[in-house]
């Protein structure tokens, strides 16, 4: 069984996703991933340089994070350009990663994604989770952690599927407005659920 699981930025989904090795259950990260696909000499980040220009790589030939972040950002037909160009390679790469992972025996294994949803990689799991903040709580964690202003992380949230359309696509909810020791208990009792889904007893 392969459990995706997504949320907001800075809503704690590696977070949760740590919680969840402890207890024994494997992760696959797709933004991991997608920094794999345009690493220096993969056939994606020559794409990317020959459709967005060279100005997007850096001094060493890697990619310019930033300088494409600010041409997707604010042109929506860039940013479909450039998922056209990653998502098929981000897609087949996590399946390997699952696939091998699902061979190790592991009563079920994690999908960890931003973009699960607007990805369609929620095809990819039988399960989805969504890790819950509040808005606010998004924004103050996002500031804090990217060293950027309110405004901006503000723009970065709004630029996110909205979190009703999330949740009201979620199977499970994780909400991770609590304290340590309620993530614990609510991962606990989610992978009681999980194992019992696939016939075994509770774990750790």
């Not at 392969?2 to 809503?11: E, K, L, N, P």
């Not at 723009?155 to 309620?182: K, P, T, Y």
Request: proline share 5%; with cysteine; aromatic share 4%.
């Amino acid at each position: 069984m392969i459990i995706g699981v997504t949320g907001g930025i800075a809503s704690g989904k590696s977070t949760v996703a740590r919680a969840f090795a402890a207890r024994g259950i494997p992760w696959v990260d797709a933004d991991e991933v997608a920094r794999e696909v345009v690493a220096p000499g993969e056939p994606a980040l020559a794409e990317i340089a020959e459709h967005f220009g060279r100005e997007v790589l850096a001094p060493d030939g890697a990619l310019d994070r930033r300088a494409l972040r600010e041409i997707v950002f604010a042109d929506a037909e860039a940013r479909q350009r450039l998922e056209r160009i990653t998502h098929p390679r981000i897609r087949q790469r996590l399946e390997a990663h699952l696939e091998r992972l699902q061979g190790q025996g592991a009563p079920y294994v994690l999908l960890v994604s931003p973009l699960l949803f607007e990805s369609g990689q929620d095809t990819m799991v039988d399960r989805c989770l969504v890790i819950d903040v509040p808005e606010a709580t998004q924004i103050a964690r996002t500031a804090a952690r990217d060293g950027v202003d309110e405004a901006q992380a503000r723009a970065i949230v709004a630029a996110q599927m909205q979190r009703a359309e999330r949740l009201a696509r979620a199977d499970d909810v994780i909400d991770n407005s609590a304290d340590e020791a309620g993530l614990a208990a609510q991962v606990a009792e989610l992978d009681r659920q999980y194992r019992q889904a696939v016939g075994l007893p509770p774990g750790p």
